[in-house]
């Protein structure tokens, strides 16, 4: 297992002070280091296992179950595809496959120059302007694939 | 003069935001006065971004406004609702929403969603107040009288999970809002929080009254960041004008109220497993009994309730049970929002009593498919609804008439598909929906949907004979009466509809 940073162990020491009180905090906690860090190290688990006595197998079970937290930091701009069915109603498979030939990648996959990590997402509640991409927590509707280009050439052109 | 642009994520995705730039630098450089308001949408989401003036007659609407629209707005005088191409006329007048039953989302692209003034000057808290005069078993009461049922999916009765909160005698208690919506076709709970979430926060103070709860929790998917930031924002002026918190509208009565994230798991909008998730835990369901009303959050009686439910408080209280329990038909009382989603030409929100036919949804309102091309089917309540026919539009949406043909309302979400989808597809994608998304805890759900998946890619590929059909529709029957929830339990119906009404979608495939 590969230590912590430095920096690393100092975010999550703060979001366990800061945190740590409340009610079954530890997914809160997961969002906060990952807000900071871009995803959870490994080096965590055990700190915060210990910190909130949970046993290292369940900090571990709980950052596998949910799709959101990464254990790899990702490319500087994450894009989310929707999969669900209004998407694929209008063409989501189209813009998938479209998606991952343009960045030569697959789902859950970064771009060669790290400047893109893509992920597919089960439903942005943009339905009613299917197909929907997120870029970096922005929503996006009825994008088909000249309209991701422009997207992904925004990202580029560092807007 | 007040201009009006939504925020609401739908309009921003279709560039609202820029929008609102762009009218604000033209009145910063034209030295014109305005007031921006950035409202939530209307829910006539093909109109987005809809710009609405305010006039003596009431607000006129502009919309599908672009950037480079704008200066054309200005100098057609659009501040004083100038003709323009763009002119849809009065908001309220435009059919697709004069023709609805706003009782729920009476308040969703009017108010400032940020304020809690501009919530109470528009009629906001009159229920919670009606709630405070009342005894805890009259309130309960009142949403039973109701008719009101659990607008997530399962529609249960909602007054009785509150009795039952409210006769169990515990210590501490809760409120919790499933704000998990992850059935795609559905945005009605996100559209709400975004547009006017005081309507939500007024809702569930006034649960805790009634069942004796002084602390609830939002779940909120973590895919919806715009509802999170209006949500958290919303709470903090909800506290700083004393409608939360020890002593909320100085009633001596306690409520507190905030909101934790979700982590992009589909199986967390599963009450149980939504508990699971809100004490930390991986949301992996658990078995019923005990009830959540008995036995929930941190193992105390525990209400959990879908947003729009808890969103159809305030009005149930302010005008009386009889009064919303007027609308709807049979045992379905009410008004629902529909989400008119995916190939259609006009999607939207449609806040209507029970009782209207599919056709009047995707012909009148949706305006037909979005490509020009015939629609072939829907699938209604998401991920684990079923598909129905196109001739079978003429069914009622209500819980029970939907429910006589195999189908379910599900949380009212309604996607539409035209004549180049392929059936076997869509069936094998419930199946891989399933797989992606099972907490794993039992077999039929956790092996079954892979198997399915397996069998489903078989079919597509041609292979000859019906053994696989006959064994995948062995395997939604194990699926269907051996699954501990709904995910497992429910995935057959996509399917099994699927292969019902669309056999030539299955049969006879060629080779690959």
Same mark, same amino acid.
């Not at chain 2, 005894?135 to 009785?160: H, K, M, Y």
């Not at chain 2, 019923?288 to 305030?314: D, E, H, Y």
């Given at each position: 297992?590969?230590?912590?940073?430095?920096?690393?162990?100092?975010?999550?020491?703060?979001?366990?002070?800061?945190?740590?009180?409340?009610?079954?905090?530890?997914?809160?906690?997961?969002?906060?280091?990952?807000?900071?860090?871009?995803?959870?190290?490994?080096?965590?688990?055990?700190?915060?296992?210990?910190?909130?006595?949970?046993?290292?197998?369940?900090?571990?079970?709980?950052?596998?179950?949910?799709?959101?937290?990464?254990?790899?930091?990702?490319?500087?701009?994450?894009?989310?595809?929707?999969?669900?069915?209004?998407?694929?109603?209008?063409?989501?498979?189209?813009?998938?496959?479209?998606?991952?030939?343009?960045?030569?990648?697959?789902?859950?996959?970064?771009?060669?120059?790290?400047?893109?990590?893509?992920?597919?997402?089960?439903?942005?509640?943009?339905?009613?302007?299917?197909?929907?991409?997120?870029?970096?927590?922005?929503?996006?509707?009825?994008?088909?694939?000249?309209?991701?280009?422009?997207?992904?050439?925004?990202?580029?052109?560092?807007? | 003069?007040?201009?009006?642009?939504?925020?609401?994520?739908?309009?921003?995705?279709?560039? %609202?935001?820029?929008?609102?730039?762009?009218?604000?630098?033209?009145?910063?450089?034209?030295?014109?006065?305005?007031?921006?308001?950035?409202?939530?949408?209307?829910?006539?989401?093909?109109?987005?971004?809809?710009?609405?003036?305010?006039?003596?007659?009431?607000?006129?609407?502009?919309?599908?406004?672009?950037?480079?629209?704008?200066?054309?707005?200005? =100098?057609?005088?659009?501040?004083?609702?100038?003709?323009?191409?763009?002119?849809?006329?009065?908001?309220?007048?435009?059919?697709?929403?004069?023709?609805?039953?706003?009782?729920?989302? =009476?308040?969703?692209?009017?108010?400032?969603?940020?304020?809690?003034?501009?919530?109470?000057?528009?009629?906001?808290?009159?229920?919670?107040?009606?709630?405070?005069?009342?005894?805890?078993?009259?309130?309960?009461?009142?949403?039973?009288?109701?008719?009101?049922?659990?607008?997530?999916?399962?529609?249960?009765?909602?007054?009785?999970?509150?009795?039952?909160?409210?006769?169990?005698?515990?210590?501490?208690?809760?409120?919790?809002?499933?704000?998990?919506?992850?059935?795609?076709?559905?945005?009605?709970?996100?559209?709400?929080?975004?547009?006017?979430?005081?309507?939500?926060?007024?809702?569930?103070?006034?649960?805790?009254?009634?069942?004796? %709860?002084?602390?609830?929790?939002?779940?909120?998917?973590?895919?919806?960041?715009?509802?999170?930031?209006?949500?958290?924002?919303?709470?903090?002026? =909800?506290?700083?004008?004393?409608?939360?918190?020890?002593?909320?509208?100085?009633?001596?009565?306690?409520?507190?109220?905030?909101?934790?994230?979700?982590?992009?798991?589909?199986?967390?909008?599963?009450?149980?497993?939504?508990?699971?998730?809100?004490?930390?835990?991986?949301?992996?369901?658990?078995?019923?009994?005990?009830?959540?009303?008995?036995?929930?959050?941190?193992?105390?009686?525990?209400?959990?309730?879908?947003?729009?439910?808890?969103?159809?408080?305030?009005?149930?209280?302010?005008?009386?049970?009889?009064?919303?329990?007027?609308?709807?038909?049979?045992?379905?009382?009410?008004?629902?929002?529909?989400?008119?989603?995916?190939?259609?030409?006009?999607?939207?929100?449609?806040?209507?009593?029970?009782?209207?036919?599919?056709?009047?949804?995707?012909?009148?309102?949706?305006?037909?498919?979005?490509?020009?091309?015939?629609?072939?089917?829907?699938?209604?309540?998401?991920?684990?609804?079923?598909?129905?026919?196109?001739?079978?539009?003429?069914?009622?949406?209500?819980?029970?008439?939907?429910?006589?043909?195999?189908?379910?309302?599900?949380?009212?979400?309604?996607?539409?598909?035209?004549?180049?989808?392929?059936?076997?597809?869509?069936?094998?994608?419930?199946?891989?929906?399933?797989?992606?998304?099972?907490?794993?805890?039992?077999?039929?759900?956790?092996?079954?949907?892979?198997?399915?998946?397996?069998?489903?890619?078989?079919?597509?590929?041609?292979?000859?004979?019906?053994?696989?059909?006959?064994?995948?529709?062995?395997?939604?029957?194990?699926?269907?009466?051996?699954?501990?929830?709904?995910?497992?339990?429910?995935?057959?119906?996509?399917?099994?509809?699927?292969?019902?009404?669309?056999?030539?979608?299955?049969?006879?495939?060629?080779?690959?």
């Amino acid at each position: 297992m590969q230590a912590l940073l430095p920096a690393q162990r100092e975010t999550v020491r703060r979001q366990l002070t800061l945190l740590k009180s409340q009610p079954g905090p530890l997914i809160e906690i997961l969002h906060a280091i990952q807000g900071e860090l871009g995803f959870i190290p490994e080096g965590a688990v055990p700190l915060l296992a210990e910190e909130l006595n949970l046993s290292r197998a369940e900090v571990h079970g709980v950052i596998t179950f949910y799709h959101f937290f990464r254990r790899h930091p990702p490319g500087r701009h994450t894009v989310q595809v929707c999969r669900a069915e209004s998407c694929q109603a209008m063409g989501g498979a189209a813009l998938e496959a479209h998606a991952k030939a343009r960045l030569g990648v697959d789902f859950h996959e970064t771009s060669a120059d790290g400047e893109v990590t893509l992920e597919p997402v089960f439903c942005l509640g943009n339905c009613s302007c299917s197909p929907a991409v997120m870029i970096d927590g922005e929503l996006h509707g009825r994008v088909d694939a000249a309209r991701f280009d422009a997207l992904l050439a925004d990202l580029k052109g560092g807007r | 003069m007040k201009v009006f642009v939504p925020r609401d994520a739908a309009a921003l995705s279709l560039g %609202a935001e820029a929008v609102a730039r762009a009218i604000s630098e033209y009145a910063d450089a034209h030295n014109l006065r305005l007031t921006l308001v950035r409202n939530g949408t209307r829910g006539m989401t093909w109109l987005e971004p809809l710009v609405e003036v305010e006039s003596a007659r009431g607000r006129i609407a502009y919309g599908p406004v672009t950037p480079a629209e704008v200066p054309g707005l200005f =100098a057609a005088d659009f501040l004083r609702g100038g003709p323009h191409p763009l002119c849809q006329g009065l908001t309220e007048e435009i059919a697709y929403f004069k023709q609805q039953q706003r009782l729920t989302f =009476a308040r969703v692209g009017v108010v400032d969603p940020l304020s809690a003034a501009d919530y109470v000057a528009h009629g906001g808290y009159a229920g919670l107040k009606q709630a405070l005069t009342l005894t805890p078993a009259a309130i309960v009461q009142a949403v039973l009288d109701s008719g009101l049922r659990g607008r997530g999916g399962a529609a249960f009765p909602t007054g009785i999970k509150w009795k039952t909160v409210l006769d169990a005698p515990a210590p501490q208690k809760y409120v919790t809002c499933n704000a998990d919506e992850g059935d795609s076709g559905t945005f009605a709970d996100r559209m709400l929080m975004e547009g006017d979430p005081f309507c939500l926060i007024e809702g569930m103070t006034i649960a805790g009254i009634a069942v004796g %709860a002084t602390q609830g929790y939002i779940y909120l998917r973590a895919e919806y960041p715009h509802a999170y930031r209006t949500l958290k924002a919303a709470l903090e002026d =909800a506290y700083r004008g004393g409608f939360l918190g020890a002593n909320l509208l100085d009633s001596g009565r306690r409520f507190d109220l905030e909101v934790r994230l979700g982590a992009g798991a589909y199986i967390c909008g599963e009450e149980t497993s939504m508990l699971e998730s809100l004490e930390g835990r991986r949301g992996e369901v658990r078995v019923r009994p005990p009830l959540p009303a008995i036995k929930g959050l941190f193992g105390q009686p525990t209400i959990v309730n879908n947003v729009i439910s808890l969103s159809s408080v305030p009005v149930i209280l302010e005008k009386g049970a009889a009064y919303y329990r007027d609308f709807g038909v049979g045992k379905s009382r009410g008004t629902l929002p529909i989400q008119l989603a995916g190939n259609l030409k006009r999607g939207g929100l449609v806040e209507r009593a029970f009782g209207v036919t599919l056709r009047e949804l995707l012909y009148d309102y949706g305006g037909g498919s979005a490509s020009g091309r015939p629609l072939r089917a829907v699938q209604v309540g998401g991920p684990l609804g079923a598909y129905i026919p196109a001739s079978q539009f003429d069914t009622p949406v209500d819980y029970e008439a939907l429910s006589a043909i195999g189908a379910l309302l599900g949380h009212g979400g309604i996607v539409a598909f035209d004549d180049t989808v392929d059936m076997a597809q869509m069936a094998r994608y419930a199946m891989e929906f399933c797989a992606e998304e099972s907490c794993g805890k039992c077999t039929p759900c956790r092996i079954g949907s892979t198997r399915g998946v397996e069998l489903m890619d078989r079919i597509l590929q041609g292979e000859p004979g019906d053994a696989n059909l006959d064994l995948v529709q062995e395997l939604c029957e194990t699926m269907l009466h051996g699954s501990l929830c709904g995910l497992g339990g429910m995935t057959p119906f996509p399917v099994q509809s699927a292969i019902k009404h669309f056999p030539e979608d299955f049969r006879g495939r060629t080779r690959q």
